[in-house]
């Protein structure tokens, strides 16, 4: 079976986000002040070929642990279904 796995990459909100700061601050000077704390990160699309959804997740699950992110300064969600 066909999955397509959607991973949403942010950093931990313990940590500073430099460019989440220069957004804020570029969107201040440009007129938009109601606009505060902007957070940047990232999202990736997978294309798996598993037996089944939890097979999916865990060999999605051991991407991101290994490759897709860094777990030092990132936290990930993953949502799963079917192709």
């Keep these: 079976m066909k999955f397509i796995a959607e991973i949403d990459v942010m950093p931990l909100k313990a ?3 430099p460019q989440g ?10 007129g938009f002040k ?8 990232k999202h990736i699309t997978l ?3 598993a037996e089944s ?10 991407a991101c642990k290994k490759i897709l992110t860094n777990p030092i300064m990132e936290g990930y969600e993953i949502k799963i279904q079917e192709a």
């Excluded at 109601?34 to 990160?41: F, L, Y």
């Excluded at 959804?53 to 051991?62: H, I, T």
Aim: aromatic share 0%; proline share 0%; charged share 30%.
């Design 21 to 30: 700061k220069a957004v804020t601050m570029s969107m201040h000077n440009i």
């Design 15 to 17: 940590l500073l986000d």
């Design 47 to 49: 294309e798996i070929e």
């Design 53 to 62: 959804k939890d097979k999916a997740s865990a060999q999605v699950e051991e």
């Design 34 to 41: 109601e606009v505060g704390n902007v957070r940047i990160g």
